[in-house]
């Protein structure tokens, strides 16, 4: 199914409220195709935007599910004492660092009794018996890696593609496991990881990392890559649910880096205040920071404040486009071909 | 003449004695466009290897220059000292970590009175009345840039063409200042530096960066690169002069880092014991530290050791082929004509 849209254009899960059914609809409608973002997200909620994305139109979509990690053994302590003044100033409680598993039994349980047709895997590779049940039940299984040994991993775990992430992606690292370095693990551009997936395994490949052009699309099909996804540069569409001050932000000029301060695994954002005042700090512990900073980051996307919630962006952010979705990917497409066409100048 | 070359592939300067004469001219031959590296070089050295190549052939070639940096205030007192048991090791003396400016000045006359056609720059960018009078010269100005903000000086300062270098790159990154960070600077992959400064400018852009296979040539040339620049996919070509330890250890299974250990400047190499046991200490100080490791590095690679010489690599170093450059240059232009066929059955 993805190595066959109309448009090969994928927009990225993206948890925490920006992945949309209006986004996911809006993409598949216009010949892309859509991810609903499961994770930090009960069972339930789930279901609802499934059923609502449903009733919005009768595209094909997929699911993106966190596979849950260990727990974390760091002492959290001192980090959460660090952050006393953040409470302080946006007047809240920090939340309970605990770790769970977010609903991932109920969620698989969600997916294969609706048939959701595809759904994909991050934050590390589903056990072999979890890849059957949903191959079993018609779902196409993607898996998110960042390198060709988590490739490996991943198709002899029965994976029918894997989402291969640069480094240059906004957002969390899909790493299978944080090695507690800055960056997580190995960092490599897309197209250095793609081209290390391709010859590691013999599956089809999305690609995703800091695509913000339709030149790149077409770059990334003509690695090999059968489809790109995008996140970042969907952002500011109108249907997508950015909150305001992260949509604001991502029309600024910061620069990005990786951070664990706010949820507790690497991810990619633009610099702000708690970023980087509590970095340095941050224990490889997730889901615990996110659940420790939630209330600081709502309270200050509820002030309209950018320095302390999480402004995840890709590298060439500065090329967001505010545009409706259908409008967006039909530019995309566009410069794909003109891309195309200029390659075939090069090689008739 | 770079954005027309028969096979849009450049082969790197590679500086330390992998870009010989006879690598240049075999890719000069078969269609593609070598740079002769004149750093760490003498002028009458660098003479000498323009006079050869001419020699061995008729074919047009550059000659890259490393732009000389103001000397770094950092005390070498602690490195050098924590170097003593490798000097003991491999029974040399430390060099003296001079500053100098690599002979710039003599260089510029050089490729000026030998009206070099294309002459790149590398760790900074050439003053305005350099550019100035190369171009006079009929000589094109290349300027290797890591950054949008990179690329708009090299343009600033007159540059014809830039050359994009990915964080994937192997060797020195061409960063104009290093920052003291472990990358010494932002990092970007290729597909995305390459998409932030086309963006920013508007000149012909060389990329460069982990490139090993023709599908990736054409897909920066897709993108929208006037060619692609390997230097890694060359290093074990039979024309290359690449040290026999390093040519061994590309072969290997080793991960790549970024260290100033060996020279004082980050650079990408394969992980050895000298790289792990150093990078943390050294200082941000080109070109002290080359001098200062010399004697060590030429131990090492005179025993066979490949302990403690720097094994630079690209991240991608494992597609490395074993082939003649001709051959080589081939089956990647063969590559990129069926990467584009593909493509061009996606956007028909």
Redesign the interface.
């Known amino acids: 199914m993805l190595a066959d849209l109309r448009i090969?254009v994928v927009v990225a899960p993206m948890a925490g409220g920006a992945s949309t059914p209006e986004l996911v609809t809006a993409v598949g409608a216009a010949g892309g195709f859509g991810f609903l973002a499961a994770g930090y997200l009960s069972a339930e909620a789930v279901a609802g935007h499934l059923a609502k994305t449903r009733e919005l139109g009768p595209h094909p979509f997929g699911v993106n599910l966190f596979v849950p990690g260990p727990e974390s053994a760091a002492d959290l302590r001192g980090y959460a004492a660090s952050l006393r003044a953040e409470a302080d100033r946006y007047a809240v409680a920090l939340g309970d660092p605990r770790w769970e598993d977010d609903d991932y039994a109920a969620k698989l349980d969600l997916v294969v009794r609706e048939r959701v047709p595809v759904v994909s895997f991050t934050f590390g590779c589903p056990e072999p018996a979890v890849v059957r049940r949903l191959r079993d039940n018609g779902i196409q299984v993607v898996v998110t890696v960042t390198t060709p040994a988590e490739a490996r991993i991943a198709v002899d775990a029965g994976a029918d593609v894997l989402c291969v992430q640069?480094?240059?992606a906004g957002a969390h690292r899909g790493l299978f496991v944080d090695d507690g370095s800055?960056a997580g693990g190995?960092?490599?551009?897309?197209?250095?990881a793609l081209?290390?997936v391709l010859?590691a395994v013999d599956v089809p490949v999305i690609a995703t990392?800091?695509?913000?052009?339709g030149?790149?699309i077409?770059?990334?099909?003509?690695?090999?890559a059968v489809a790109a996804q995008l996140g970042t540069a969907f952002l500011r569409c109108p249907e997508a649910g950015t909150a305001a001050v992260h949509r604001e932000a991502l029309a600024g000029d910061r620069?990005t880096e990786f951070t664990r301060a706010f949820t507790g695994r690497p991810a990619r954002g633009l610099v702000n205040r708690f970023l980087v005042e509590h970095s340095a700090d941050a224990p490889s512990a997730y889901p615990q920071l996110h659940h420790l900073t939630k209330p600081l980051r709502a309270a200050a996307n509820r002030a309209g404040d950018p320095e302390a919630t999480s402004l995840w962006a890709?590298?060439?952010y500065?090329?967001c486009r505010d545009l409706p979705a259908a409008e967006l990917l039909a530019r995309l497409d566009g410069e794909?071909?003109d891309?195309?066409?200029?390659?075939?100048r090069?090689?008739p």
Do not use: I, K
């Open positions: 090969p640069g480094a240059d800055p190995p960092s490599y551009g897309l197209l250095t081209r290390l010859e990392g800091g695509l913000m052009h030149a790149d077409a770059a990334v099909l003509t690695a090999g620069p890709g590298q060439a500065s090329l794909a071909r891309a195309v066409s200029r390659a075939r090069r090689w």
